[in-house]
């Protein structure tokens, strides 16, 4: 049976209010991540700087950069303008198969900001894309199968992506690819192997070879560690850690890929997180901050060695959009943002500002029970008592938190909350007195965390 229907809709109508919008996207679109019935998402029109804007003009201070990815901030002037650029006369799209100044370009620039001998680079579509080849890659390269990651990690919601996730998002999608071993972190707790940095690098070290010898060294690919553990609480290795993983894999021929999805590209202060922590990896993966998300374009970046391998035997692997030209040229101009303006210093010098607001954060509210932040890469972690007991359970919430949140969004304060964990992670153009009036607000909204405390 064919049913008519009425237009509605269209580009050319007039614009539309919050309501409109959220209605309609409710009823046509269907949502990542929740039940999009009860969801009452907010509905932005247009962002500038730290700051994004609902059509009725309501002004919300960004503390999340969109999922941690427009680390240069919203509608730069000199962006918005290279990409008009890239369209006028340009071919606008190049298969995958075509070499184009903008790919010759962009991978040498990559070549030049990747410490190392990370000089060859594949374009993906984003993050989870740019996992999803690096575990091809590695399997390729070495001949095993066997992928190992950690539980507190987030590698992407594509399926193999998914497996090689160790928080509870991936519960749902098993059992999903195979050919992956989760191991525990190094970081404090809830489990501890230690009471200090020393303690913990050398026995979870330990661990982890006991891990390797059981699973059959010969098996394994490849390690992957985000560098620094992004939306499972922002968590820097020990010190000691990445440089002794880096050694441990080299004995047994294993891989270290570092994904960088999310703590690459000036967020934790430097260009790229690695270089915080004295190891190199073997393959890196990257998106989300290389173009601020202005398109969307992510890469896998890999060693001499391994480039060389892929110029004798077939790289299995692409899609359509891979390497797109417009998307490539929008990498150019963030980049030369970022860099001319020295939004990665910036990060560091804001860090210093971060932590002592945290600080007084945590003097000031029982449920604050611990915070951190590397760069602009903050995290604040809520208990429900004083003895350090998680306010929400993994995969969940608290109505504290929820209230909280509420609070955030009627204040004009755009973040998320994971769980138990809230995060402070705005754009890396971020102003001292903009970053203090974000923390203003979530010191007003922790009242409401605080009355849950037992
Ligand atoms: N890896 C990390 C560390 C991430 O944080 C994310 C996304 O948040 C991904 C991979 C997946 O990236 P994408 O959503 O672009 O596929």
Partial sequence: MFFEKTPSARSEDPAMDSRTIIELSK????????????LQPLAFERAEGVYLYTPEGKRYLDFNSQLMSVNIGHSHPKVLERMKQAIDGHMLFAAPSAATPVRARLGKRLAELVPGDINSFFFTLGGAEANENAIKAARLYTGRHKILSRYRSYHGATHAAMQLTGDPRRWANEPGASGF???????????????????????????????????????????????????NGIQPPPAGWLPGLRAL?????ILLVCDEVMCGFGR???????????AQPDILTMAKGLTSSYVPLGAMGVTDKIAAHFRDNV?????????????????????????EEDMVGNAARMQHVMLAEMAALKARHPSVRDYRAIGLFGAIELQKDRQGTRMAPYNGSHPAIDRMMAFFKQEGL???????????NPPLCITEAELREGFAIIDRGLAFTDEAVE
């Fill in 249 to 253: 894999l080299d004995k047994y021929g």
């Fill in 27 to 38: 009823q046509h679109t269907m949502w990542s991540w929740s039940k999009s019935g009860p």
């Fill in 181 to 231: 071993v989760r191991v525990m972190d190094p970081i404090p707790y809830d489990y501890s192997f230690g009471t200090t940095d020393a303690e913990r690098t050398a026995n979870h070290l330990r661990y982890l070879e006991e891990v390797i010898q059981y699973e059959g060294p010969h098996t394994i690919a490849a390690m992957f560690v985000e560098t620094v553990i992004g939306t």
């Fill in 268 to 278: 934790t202060g430097k260009l790229f997180a690695f270089e915080h922590f004295g």
């Fill in 315 to 339: 790289f299995w692997g692409g899609l359509t959009y891979n390497a797109h030209p417009f998307c490539l040229a929008v990498a150019e101009a963030v980049l030369d943002v970022m860099l």
């Fill in 414 to 424: 755009f973040t998320i909350s994971h769980w138990w964990t809230l995060m402070c």
